[in-house]
């Protein structure tokens, strides 16, 4: 059977088109592909068929761990990590790019490579991840790596020229530290300011919380912060931005899972996909307990059954034009077959879920 792995969802906000691009694994063979799907009509249906985009296969190159999406002029950007599972060595990051909803794609290009990003930062190894991110002037992608010593790094690369370089000279590491985190995520909160969550490898359900505005640059004290019990095993974060009204808010979209073993029947126990919000203002001055996050706005966006699980922290959302309502996908597995995955559309809930956050904000 098929496997899915580190899918993405963006919507084109210039046509609406919709796409889902991931990894799966080229005819079991053990190395990744680059796939999507598409969608004419907001989510509604999709391709009954998934598209080859790129693939090594052949050279025995695994195409794993993408990111990206589209940007505000409605370029759609593909990111994914190169790897040999034979040496084994991280080789580079890449990218490739289209302006006609996945229609044609851009020649492949270099995000950086082993050599240069090793020089820099001393990694060993490394992938892409998150949205990119588009703030009027520049556009900007995640990565994550570490050197195989206990040394960590979060960082990302800009690009002044809408994506057709991403120069190495801008390399911002916001974090370089012995805390193990991955998989960062990062929203653009307007003015100049940023907001990132990542995930603490070796605490579960607990995330490093960072912040950034141009008076100040990157928060020097980022501080820990969780949502649930500690009892959970907690995925990676997705952040998305919504403008109501002019006010910011900040949706956080992350997975509860537990154990493989039958459980009781309460919602509350089976594995979840969950969303948690905050003002940007408060997340960006940490003035209010769990660091800006108002946990009384924790909603259900899926729930799973004793007989499948989702595959941990491969949510993302896009919310259309910074809206509230937004679409996501997730990737989920029967309990019975656990190395093959397929991925899930979900939705945000209805109006009355708007109303109760927008009154545990305050708003």
């Given at each position: 059977m098929e496997t899915f792995r580190h899918g993405k969802l963006s919507i084109n906000p210039v046509t609406g088109y919709g796409i889902i691009f991931y990894s799966k694994y080229a005819n079991n063979n053990g190395y990744g592909e680059i796939y999507y799907v598409g969608s004419a009509n907001g989510g509604k249906?999709?391709?009954?068929?998934?598209n080859l985009i790129y693939s090594e296969a052949v050279n025995n190159i695994?195409?794993?761990?993408?990111?990206?999406?589209?940007?505000?002029?409605g370029r759609l950007f593909i990111f994914f990590t190169r790897y040999d599972p034979n040496s084994p060595q991280f080789l580079s990051i890449n990218y490739i790019f289209s302006d006609?909803?996945?229609?044609?794609?851009?020649?492949?290009?270099?995000?950086?490579?082993?050599?240069?990003?090793?020089?820099?930062?001393?990694?060993?190894?490394?992938?892409?991840?998150?949205?990119?991110?588009?703030?009027?002037?520049?556009?900007?992608?995640?990565?994550?790596?570490?050197?195989?010593?206990?040394?960590?790094?979060?960082?990302?690369?800009?690009?002044?020229?809408?994506?057709?370089?991403?120069?190495?000279?801008?390399?911002?590491?916001?974090?370089?530290?012995?805390?193990?985190l991955t998989e960062p995520s990062m929203v653009y909160l307007g003015g100049g300011c940023f907001l990132v969550l990542a995930k603490i490898l070796?605490?579960?359900?607990?995330?490093?919380?960072?912040?950034?505005?141009?008076?100040?640059?990157?928060?020097?004290?980022?501080y820990q912060t969780s949502f649930e019990s500690q009892q959970s095993i907690g995925g990676a974060p997705w952040l998305s931005f919504i403008n109501y009204h002019g006010i910011g808010i900040v949706?956080?979209?992350?997975?509860?899972?537990?154990?493989?073993?039958?459980?009781?029947?309460?919602?509350?126990?089976y594995p979840a996909l969950k969303v948690v919000f905050g003002l940007a203002k408060d997340l960006l001055n940490n003035t209010i307990n769990s660091n800006g996050w108002?946990?009384?706005?924790?909603?259900?966006?899926?729930?799973?059954?004793?007989?499948?699980?989702?595959?941990?922290?491969?949510?993302?959302?896009?919310?259309?034009f910074n809206q509230f309502k937004g679409i996501g996908v997730c990737f989920e597995r029967a309990v019975s077959l656990p190395n093959s995955s397929y991925p899930v559309i979900v939705f945000t809930d209805t109006v009355s879920m708007i109303q109760d956050v927008l009154q545990n904000l305050n708003l």
């Open positions: 249906t999709w391709d009954t068929q998934d695994d195409l794993c761990n993408v990111a990206g999406g589209y940007d505000s002029n006609d909803d996945a229609g044609s794609f851009s020649q492949l290009n270099l995000f950086f490579d082993y050599t240069t990003i090793n020089n820099l930062t001393s990694v060993t190894s490394f992938n892409c991840s998150g949205h990119i991110i588009d703030d009027g002037y520049n556009l900007y992608q995640t990565w994550y790596g570490d050197d195989g010593n206990g040394n960590f790094t979060l960082a990302y690369l800009s690009s002044s020229d809408r994506g057709l370089n991403f120069d190495i000279n801008s390399l911002e590491q916001f974090y370089a530290d012995t805390i193990p070796s605490m579960p359900n607990i995330y490093m919380q960072f912040s950034y505005d141009p008076q100040n640059g990157w928060d020097p004290n980022p949706a956080c979209y992350y997975t509860i899972i537990v154990p493989d073993q039958p459980l009781p029947p309460a919602p509350v126990n108002t946990q009384t706005t924790i909603k259900f966006i899926k729930t799973w059954s004793a007989n499948d699980r989702p595959e941990l922290g491969l949510q993302s959302f896009f919310h259309p």
